[in-house]
């Protein structure tokens, strides 16, 4: 289908609305008034329909013009951001970038900065790819992300340190346990004990990798922190859960455990780029604002 109008028509007639005149218009696109008079003209005879009045010295809309305007701004700032997104993919942007985050972090860390990112940059897609364990490593030796938020730094790889997230053993607030002021070890040894899956462990590559406390007489393996604290919830047993995490959720039903010679411990997170020198400059930029945003919350703490 053949369209009868063009951008620069629509283009014309929404400067003409802003400027309130041919004349003011003309200056903003840098054409003579005669021009853009000419320009409507023909819009207007190929559409079928009046689109201005002039009053007086001023160029108004009419009702049809003002309705069908509202429509074609859309469609001017649509062809805009193609401009942009095209003058960023010249300068070597990539389409789509990979961001690995380590199940500790903390998500408002990385979606807060990527909410400044997308508004700078509406050219690059993104992937968030969750990790723990042997995954958050692999997603780094085998550059299987642009990005990676890590815990400890991979051996080889530059790291830079992001924040610190606190892990707090919990128990649901109907256990017998949460009414004590301080638990034993071997009080919670006889608890069954909710850890979360490795998830780069494959049986016939690799040995899975556990970390922390896990002496409890059984274990419940579960995919994420959203299971474990359903699990936790339902009174099925105890669970070292990101303290951020605890926060967010609902109170009433989880208590954080006092255990003795073990009330919490601290996981560092750090940003490493896998691909080093061939890293693009959209996951560069993002990362730039990552590093920025963490170099602002330690300042506020």
């Known amino acids: 289908m053949r369209l009868k109008s063009t951008l620069d028509q629509w283009l014309t007639l929404y400067e003409i609305d802003r400027a309130g005149s041919f004349q003011a218009a003309a200056i903003v696109l840098n054409k003579s008034h005669t021009t853009l008079i000419y320009s409507v003209k023909k819009l207007e005879s190929q559409l079928g329909i009046t689109l201005i009045e002039v009053k007086g010295r001023r160029a108004v809309l009419t009702e049809d013009g003002k309705s069908l305007l509202r429509r074609a701004t859309t469609m001017l700032e649509q062809a805009r951001e193609l401009e942009n997104i095209s003058k960023q993919l010249s300068k070597g942007f990539e389409s789509e970038i990979t961001i690995a985050v380590d199940h500790l972090c903390d998500l408002a860390w990385l979606y807060k900065p990527m909410e400044q990112y997308v508004n700078i940059n509406g050219a690059t897609s993104v992937q968030v790819v969750e990790t723990s364990l042997t995954k958050t490593t692999d997603m780094v030796i085998n550059e299987r992300a642009d990005i990676s938020i890590i815990n400890l730094p991979v051996t080889n790889y530059s790291a830079e340190a992001f924040g610190v997230i606190t892990m707090v053993p919990i128990v649901a607030a109907t256990h017998p346990l949460a009414l004590k002021n301080i638990v034993s070890l071997t009080e919670i040894s006889t608890l069954p004990q909710i850890v979360i899956r490795d998830l780069g462990y494959e049986p ?40 951020h995490m605890v926060r967010d959720r609902n109170k009433t039903q989880v208590v954080v455990l006092e255990v003795e010679h073990a009330q919490k411990y601290q996981v560092p997170m750090h940003l490493t780029l896998p691909k080093g020198a061939k890293t693009g400059p959209a996951a560069k930029a993002f990362y730039d604002i990552l590093l920025q945003s963490a170099s602002h919350r330690r300042k506020q703490y």
Not at 208 to 235: C, M
């Open 204 to 243: 016939t590559k690799k040995h899975q990798q556990d970390v922390g406390w896990l002496k409890s007489r059984q274990r419940i393996t579960v995919d994420n922190f959203t299971h474990a604290f359903q699990a936790v919830e339902q009174g099925v047993g105890f669970c070292r859960i990101p303290e």
